[in-house]
Each structure stands twice: as C-alpha cells, then as structure tokens.
C-alpha cells in the first residue's frame, strides 16, 4: 500500500469514527459521559475524546454538565437547513381539537434560521375571522410562535437568537409564565407555547391570536393549560415525524 492510499484509508477511518461518535448521541439521554460515548461508538476512550474535543470546537456537539456532552447548535442548524419536518396529517387532528375547543385558530410553527415559519393553521368551526391566520413567515422576534421556541431553546440558542433573553424582553417573561404573548399589533394579540420532543428539546410552538379586546388576560389565563395539554400531545408526532419521516411542509 503506497503513502497516499495509507492516508486516504486513514482520513476515511476518520470521518468513520467521528460519524459513529455523533451516532452514540442518538438515544433517550440528552447528555453522555465519555465513556458512554465509547462505549456506544464501540471506541477506545482515548480516541473518543480527541475526537469530542474536535466536534466541540466545531459547534457539533458541546459542554454540558461536568464530564458530559450533548449535541451542539451546529448539528441543529444543518438540521434546520434540510427544512421543517413534521407528519401534518397526525398533526392536524389535534390543533383542529384545540381550535374547536377554545374557538380560535390554532397554528403550528417552526424556526426557519431567523424566523418563524407556519407550517399549518386548523380553524375553529364557528367565530372564525381573518385575524386569527398569522404570516406564513415572521421574523422571531416579532413572533409569539418564534419567541416561544427560542425562551425554551438551549442557552446557546436563545444567546444567538435576535431576541435578547433580559428580563424586560418576551424571552424572559415566556419562560417565566411559560407561554409567549406578542405585543398587540394592528389590534390583534397572540399567544404560543412550546412543543417538545421526548428529549426535552424544543421543536416547534403552537400559536393562536385573535383580536386583542377577544384575547385578553382572562382568556389568555383560561385557554393556555389547554394549549400546553395539546403540545404535549404532539410530543411522538414530533419524534415519530423525524424518526420515520414526512413530507416537507414549507
């Protein structure tokens, strides 16, 4: 075997052995030790760290408690890139049973780099108006769906966000009250909660809105438990959508 084809096999090995360290990551836990990478990639510790500490300083993956790793934004952003994917059809059912129980529109969004993109709106059967459809894309920060996302996202996340995580910004008061309301707009407010996979990690948000003398505080107060009981729901539509795949709704 000649030098070249000696270096070839060896950058192959490579590219393999840190394709199989980002594959140990694939599981219930959101964090791993070391050893546990290893011992899931099937590698020596020694050479599972170097290769850690590459991944890190190329955002793939990144620090999280002591001793521990987890997957890093970079990960998230090719993820991200490839576009939203989410099986509409097992979604809709719920978001037309949310809408028909508070009588509002309800809306499903996702990030889309910096902004929020709805991928489907369920109307309500009766007291439907215009008002109640939001943009199909929506900077984050003027987007009670993309704030919802970012207030509930990683540190890392919401530090590169365009919303600024003080606590006189939306971010700060989403995770406090845990649900984002927009600041009336041409007389309509909106109000979105997070949705979660199994993981704990945030994938999408649910958003109604509505003019602002109907959605006021006291109906805020009433229909937001019901809006966090249905993102639950959607919590194995999220997973089962990235796991087996879906058309891509854009």
């Known amino acids: ?14 590219v393999e052995r840190a394709v199989a360290v980002l594959h140990a990551f694939d599981c219930a836990e959101t964090q791993l030790a070391v050893s546990e990478v290893a011992d899931r990639a099937g590698l020596p510790a020694s050479t599972t760290h170097r290769i850690i500490t590459a991944l890190v300083r190329g955002g793939l993956l990144e620090r999280a408690d002591p001793g521990s790793y987890s997957v890093g934004e970079g990960v998230t952003a090719l993820a991200r890139r490839r576009g939203p994917i989410v099986d509409i059809d097992s979604a809709a059912p719920h978001l037309h049973g949310l809408s028909a129980s508070i009588g509002i529109t309800a809306s499903l969004g996702v990030t889309d780099d910096e902004h929020a993109v709805t991928l489907y709106s369920a109307r309500p059967p009766v007291r439907w108006c215009t008002a109640q459809i939001p943009d199909d894309r929506t900077a984050l920060d003027r987007s009670a769906m993309g704030t919802a996302i970012i207030a509930f996202g990683r540190p890392r996340s919401r530090a590169r966000g365009p919303v600024a995580p003080d606590r006189s910004g939306g971010v700060w008061h989403a ?24 993981r704990g990690r945030v994938q999408a948000s649910i958003g109604v809105q509505a003019k602002s ?38």
């Open 213 to 250: 003398l109907r959605l006021d505080d006291d109906l805020i107060t009433r229909i937001h438990p019901i809006m966090r009981a249905t993102a639950e729901r959607l919590r194995d539509v999220i997973d089962d959508s990235a796991k087996y795949g879906a058309p891509q709704i854009v």
């Open 1 to 14: 075997m000649t030098d070249m084809e000696q270096q070839r096999r060896s950058g192959a090995q490579a």
């Open 175 to 198: 995770r406090r009250r845990g649900y984002a309301v927009s600041a009336p707009a041409d007389g309509v407010t909106a109000v979105a909660v997070p949705v979660f996979d199994r």
